[in-house]
């Protein structure tokens, strides 16, 4: 029998912490000797995430312009590229954000059609702290409307495991007060707690995804409408930005800045972040920047500790507001960072918009 690719797929809200999960996982897998494969996903090219990955040596394919279940082929067809080499071992994949029912229009098409290729780890799921607590307490100050609060709900009830991220961050009561949360909301479901910033609780991750069995089975009742109300309440900018000056600046301190201001203009309109990041690439260097909601402290995720006189800049913002605002917004904030530095700033590419209705290539309404 053909030797099988271990197919991994980590979901989780626009923010969760999906890139530096399954970052930390493809260096445990490879660190045992094994060849690693990752896809990320988006509505739209440009994306930090892949760049991200790529600049730490990982071998990415991307699938860009619909979520993995609206271009279901395109992610067979990116996974078979990544074989083209050598037969990966193991196939990271990181769904967009803002998807669910990820279980009957991924898994279980991968598992029935493609049954002899693949095998199915454990479908886990990050629930962000930030986001997570104030929707599963229903708190009127969720930042976002019940419709997007929905795909954030559906997002854990079908994961065979739900991943507490940034536990570093938590105190013991609110991480005890998250456990009862979810198991409320989703009983029998095995909860973990885990940092992918410092790899607290990864031992019992990777032994948890190295579990043989009958996965991804949890297949979900999804109003669609509600769903795509919810997604389309988000606007979604890519933008690619060329910084340069006559004096050297702080890559690192650049990037900080542009997702502070961010945050302040953002906030200050009552728009809702779900996650800011910005990468800086520039002749092998390069550093990522985030904010993972309205109130998070901005946070240097991958610091260059390196100054420049210019660097390719690549903003993605996903926020509760107008696409268009969203762009005056970063194109505002982008400037006043380079003025700051005595920098000329050139937008090169920008994509913003609102993503569109789900509609899987494929859908099977029972687990097998």
Same mark, same amino acid.
């Given at each position: 029998m053909t030797h099988q690719i271990r197919y991994i797929m980590v979901g989780g809200f626009l923010g969760a912490g999906k890139t530096t999960t399954l970052a930390r996982l493809a260096?445990?897998?490879?660190?045992?000797?094994?060849?690693?494969?990752?896809?990320?996903?988006? *509505?739209?090219? #440009?994306?930090? #995430?892949?760049?991200?990955?790529?600049?730490?040596?990982?071998e990415v394919g991307?699938?860009?312009g619909a979520c993995f279940c609206c271009n279901f082929d395109e992610l067979m067809s990116t996974m078979d590229g990544l074989s083209e080499g050598e037969r990966p071992?193991?196939?990271?994949?990181?769904?967009?954000?803002?998807?669910?029912?990820?279980? /009957?229009?991924?898994? *279980?098409?991968i598992k029935r059609l493609y049954n002899a290729t693949f095998q199915i780890a454990p479908y886990s799921?990050?629930?962000?702290?930030?986001?997570?607590?104030?929707?599963?307490?229903?708190?009127?100050?969720?930042?976002?409307?019940?419709k997007a609060a929905y795909?954030?709900?559906?997002?854990?009830?079908?994961?065979? /495991?739900?991943?507490?991220?940034?536990?570093?961050?938590?105190?013991?009561?609110?991480? #005890?007060?998250?456990?009862?949360?979810?198991?409320?909301?989703?009983?029998?479901? =095995?909860?973990?707690?885990?940092?992918?910033?410092?790899?607290e609780g990864y031992?019992?991750?990777? *032994?948890?995804?190295? *579990?043989?069995?009958?996965f991804g089975r949890r297949v979900l009742d999804i109003d669609y409408d509600t769903y795509a109300d919810g997604e389309a309440e988000l606007g979604w900018l890519n933008s690619s930005v060329h910084v340069s000056s006559d004096q050297k600046f702080s890559l690192d301190g650049l990037l900080l800045d542009v997702v502070a201001k961010l945050q302040t203009?953002?906030?200050?309109?009552?728009?809702?972040?779900?996650?800011?990041k910005t990468i800086g690439l520039w002749e092998g260097f390069f550093g990522v920047a985030n904010v993972v909601s309205s109130t998070t402290e =901005?946070?240097?995720?991958?610091?260059s500790n390196c100054d420049v006189q210019e660097v390719d800049l690549i903003v993605n913002a996903r926020v509760a507001c107008d696409p268009e605002e969203l762009e005056k917004v970063v194109r505002s904030c982008v400037e006043v960072a380079g003025q700051q530095i005595d920098a000329t700033v050139e937008f090169r590419q920008t994509q913003s918009f609102r993503p569109g209705r789900p509609v899987p290539t494929h859908r099977y309404s029972d687990g097998e």
């Open positions: 260096r445990h897998y490879m660190e045992q000797g094994k060849r690693v494969g990752i896809v990320t996903n988006d *509505q739209a090219a #440009d994306l930090v #995430d892949t760049n991200s990955l790529r600049s730490q040596g990982f991307e699938v860009a071992d193991v196939i990271l994949a990181e769904p967009v954000g803002s998807c669910t029912d990820l279980v /009957a229009t991924v898994i *279980q098409p799921v990050i629930l962000k702290p930030s986001h997570g607590g104030r929707v599963l307490r229903n708190d009127s100050k969720a930042g976002f409307s019940p795909i954030l709900k559906k997002q854990i009830e079908e994961a065979d /495991a739900i991943l507490i991220n940034r536990i570093d961050e938590l105190s013991q009561e609110q991480a #005890d007060e998250l456990t009862s949360l979810i198991n409320e909301h989703c009983p029998g479901i =095995p909860v973990l707690r885990v940092s992918a910033k410092t790899g031992e019992a991750l990777t *032994q948890l995804l190295d *579990q043989d069995g009958d203009e953002l906030a200050a309109s009552g728009a809702e972040t779900a996650h800011l =901005p946070e240097l995720s991958l610091p």
